[in-house]
């Protein structure tokens, strides 16, 4: 290990993610909570987890608020110390950046982080609309943007500078659906042609029906606890040995540069720093594909590309799960699915699956270091996670 | 002395005028658009409403295919973020541009504005729109 130990992760689980009509959020929750409590040995949550946390973005899809106390209740502890974490879709690691601070200050022993988005029930542009409260209401939302919208100005400019071209956008799709393929809790896991991305119909030009993230249904859950307790309800701890987090302005109007996410590398770097590792040393990346530009701006921010290089990366298919830098081998939010609020804890799922070795047909073999990078809105908000085993 | 609050709501009460506004702060010279009641720069409260000249250049755009409850039936329709002459960035809705070949990154653009509430689904917000077209 390169890094301190922060944390352990004893276990994970997640739901399988899609369209599940006869699920709410608190059924997907407590579906993804069971299969984390099946893999920690001799854990009793009514004995020793000492609060809950859970990642989700939006009480309106279900008219339902104050999911911290339902967690609880459904995880079978039901007074205990449980908030709803929201931080737009980087709600899920914003509930285990809450729970991993309990941790290191003593607070807690054992916790419970969830996340969860219940969204097939409504109309896409009723969804639009509640993705849209990630951005600028006010000026962006009321003056027509939509969630794609906001990442198509990034698209519009980046390609504009750098010569990339809308191809390199539809292969960040075509590998991550290829990658999805191989994981049987993806929402979809039909791969896909260039051809087929590009004669798409479009959303917000330039991006188009296969540069977006799907509407999902899906709730991950993982079980974190002090390192020195790890070994009690696991073989095969996972440790989180360096975080990193910044916000930036909340509208893509507001910053200088609309293809840079500063946010982004300012949270990397202080994973990196934090885990005293370098780009070199990881394994695998979970990073936040929103959007396939999403992707490409990230290569660039976590250091993986250079400035204005990250769609070279794609063109020369360094990201793919068996070449140099495996990127989103789960299938990413693109093809794996994007229920909201579960996203950040579900990256964390997937590279614990890595690095116990519990991946399948698309594990990275000999997986010993994962990087998560969770994004809230537009881009203002990040969290980046080292996992080492 | 006695400016109307610095607030989104006044910002777009001076639209339904047919007026697009930001607030100067009287220490440092900052320029927000929309309006803040504290400069995030120096913290002043000493504020000025300042009127904008409207016409700016456009940095970025696209082309809306899927558009919230709030706008659904107007697609395709662009946004733009738009760098005004005085400096803020701000977006806005090109109802006319429809495609992409109508647009591009360098293009000058003034500001209109539709002047009496936009219909809404509920009771909130009931803001006029700003909006840019070519020059």
Same mark, same amino acid.
């Given at each position: 290990?390169?890094?301190? %130990?922060?944390?352990?992760?004893?276990?994970?689980?997640?739901?399988?993610?899609? &369209?599940?009509?006869?699920?709410?959020? &608190?059924?997907?929750?407590?579906?993804?909570?069971?299969?984390?409590?099946?893999?920690?040995?001799?854990?009793?949550?009514?004995?020793?987890?000492?609060?809950?946390?859970?990642? !989700?973005?939006?009480?309106?899809?279900?008219?339902?608020?104050?999911?911290?106390?339902?967690?609880?209740?459904?995880?079978?502890?039901?007074?205990?110390?449980?908030? @709803?974490?929201?931080?737009?879709?980087?709600?899920?690691?914003?509930?285990? @950046?809450?729970?991993?601070?309990?941790?290191?200050?003593?607070?807690?022993?054992?916790?419970?982080?969830?996340?969860?988005?219940?969204?097939?029930?409504?109309?896409?542009?009723?969804?639009?609309?509640?993705?849209?409260?990630?951005?600028?209401?006010?000026?962006?939302?009321?003056?027509?943007?939509?969630?794609?919208?906001?990442?198509?100005?990034?698209?519009?400019?980046?390609?504009?500078?750098?010569?990339?071209?809308?191809?390199?956008?539809?292969?960040?799709?075509?590998?991550?659906?290829?990658?999805?393929?191989?994981?049987?809790?993806?929402?979809?896991?039909?791969?896909?042609?260039?051809?087929?991305?590009?004669?798409?119909?479009?959303?917000?030009?330039?991006?188009?029906?296969?540069?977006?993230? %799907?509407?999902?249904?899906?709730?991950?859950?993982?079980?974190?606890?002090?390192?020195?307790?790890?070994?009690?309800?696991?073989?095969?701890?996972?440790?989180?040995?360096?975080?990193?987090?910044?916000?930036?302005?909340?509208?893509?109007?507001?910053?200088?540069?609309?293809?840079?996410?500063?946010?982004?590398? @300012?949270?990397?770097?202080?994973?990196?720093?934090?885990?005293?590792?370098?780009?070199?040393?990881?394994?695998?990346?979970?990073?936040?594909?929103?959007?396939?530009?999403?992707?490409?701006?990230?290569?660039?921010?976590?250091?993986?590309?250079?400035?204005?290089?990250?769609?070279?990366?794609? @063109?020369?298919?360094?990201?793919?799960?068996?070449? &140099?830098?495996?990127?989103?081998?789960?299938?990413?939010? &693109?093809?794996?699915?994007?229920?909201?609020?579960?996203?950040?804890?579900?990256?964390?799922?997937?590279?614990?699956?890595?690095?116990?070795?519990?991946?399948?047909?698309? !594990?990275?073999?000999?997986?010993?270091?994962?990087?998560?990078?969770?994004?809230?809105?537009?881009?203002?908000?990040?969290?980046?996670?080292?996992?080492?085993? | =002395?006695?400016?109307?609050?610095?607030?989104?709501?006044?910002?777009?009460?001076?639209?339904?005028?047919?007026?697009? =506004?930001?607030?100067? *702060?009287?220490? *440092?010279?900052?320029?927000?658009?929309?309006?803040?009641?504290?400069?995030?720069? *120096?913290?002043?409260?000493?504020?000025?409403?300042?009127?904008?000249?409207?016409?700016?250049?456009?940095?970025?755009?696209?082309?809306?295919?899927?558009?919230?409850?709030?706008?659904?039936?107007?697609?395709?329709?662009?946004?733009?973020?738009?760098?005004?002459?005085?400096?803020?960035?701000?977006?806005? =809705?090109?109802?006319?541009?429809?495609?992409?070949?109508?647009?591009?990154?360098?293009?000058?653009?003034?500001?209109?504005?539709?002047?009496?509430?936009?219909?809404?689904?509920?009771?909130?917000?009931?803001?006029?729109?700003?909006?840019?077209?070519?020059?």
């Amino acid at each position: 290990m390169h890094g301190k %130990p922060l944390a352990a992760i004893v276990s994970a689980g997640s739901t399988k993610y899609g &369209k599940h009509d006869d699920k709410g959020a &608190k059924e997907l929750f407590a579906e993804a909570f069971s299969e984390a409590l099946e893999g920690a040995r001799n854990l009793d949550p009514k004995r020793d987890v000492n609060a809950v946390f859970i990642g !989700q973005m939006g009480s309106e899809y279900e008219y339902q608020a104050h999911s911290g106390s339902w967690a609880a209740d459904y995880a079978g502890i039901p007074r205990t110390h449980a908030a @709803r974490v929201e931080s737009a879709c980087a709600s899920g690691s914003t509930a285990v @950046r809450v729970a991993l601070t309990g941790i290191m200050s003593g607070l807690y022993d054992t916790v419970i982080v969830g996340g969860v988005e219940k969204m097939r029930n409504r109309g896409t542009n009723e969804v639009t609309l509640y993705l849209g409260e990630a951005g600028d209401f006010h000026m962006e939302i009321w003056n027509g943007l939509t969630f794609p919208g906001l990442f198509a100005l990034m698209a519009t400019a980046y390609i504009n500078r750098y010569g990339a071209r809308e191809e390199d956008l539809a292969r960040v799709a075509v590998k991550n659906h290829k990658h999805a393929s191989m994981n049987p809790k993806a929402q979809y896991p039909q791969e896909i042609t260039l051809e087929q991305a590009m004669s798409a119909r479009p959303v917000a030009w330039p991006l188009k029906l296969y540069d977006c993230s %799907p509407i999902t249904d899906g709730a991950s859950a993982i079980i974190m606890t002090r390192p020195e307790l790890a070994k009690k309800y696991t073989d095969t701890p996972v440790y989180i040995t360096g975080f990193g987090h910044s916000t930036d302005y909340l509208g893509v109007y507001e910053r200088d540069d609309v293809t840079w996410l500063e946010g982004a590398r @300012r949270a990397s770097d202080a994973a990196y720093r934090a885990a005293n590792i370098t780009v070199g040393d990881v394994d695998l990346f979970e990073v936040h594909d929103c959007f396939t530009i999403a992707e490409l701006l990230l290569y660039e921010a976590l250091g993986i590309a250079g400035r204005g290089e990250g769609y070279r990366a794609i @063109r020369e298919g360094i990201t793919y799960y068996d070449s &140099k830098i495996p990127v989103n081998v789960s299938g990413g939010l &693109k093809a794996k699915g994007h229920p909201v609020g579960a996203t950040g804890v579900g990256q964390m799922y997937e590279i614990w699956l890595h690095l116990t070795g519990r991946a399948g047909k698309r !594990q990275v073999k000999g997986a010993e270091v994962g990087v998560t990078h969770n994004m809230g809105g537009s881009g203002a908000s990040h969290n980046v996670f080292v996992m080492e085993r | =002395m006695d400016e109307p609050e610095f607030s989104v709501e006044n910002f777009y009460k001076f639209v339904s005028e047919g007026k697009l =506004m930001g607030a100067r *702060c009287k220490r *440092c010279g900052k320029l927000m658009v929309p309006p803040r009641p504290v400069c995030p720069e *120096c913290y002043s409260r000493d504020l000025e409403w300042v009127q904008l000249s409207g016409r700016g250049t456009v940095e970025t755009f696209t082309i809306i295919h899927v558009p919230t409850v709030l706008l659904e039936g107007k697609e395709p329709y662009a946004v733009a973020v738009v760098r005004l002459d005085e400096g803020p960035k701000i977006p806005g =809705m090109l109802p006319d541009v429809a495609s992409p070949e109508q647009l591009k990154i360098g293009d000058r653009v003034r500001v209109e504005f539709d002047r009496s509430p936009q219909k809404v689904p509920g009771s909130w917000p009931n803001w006029p729109r700003y909006y840019f077209v070519k020059e």
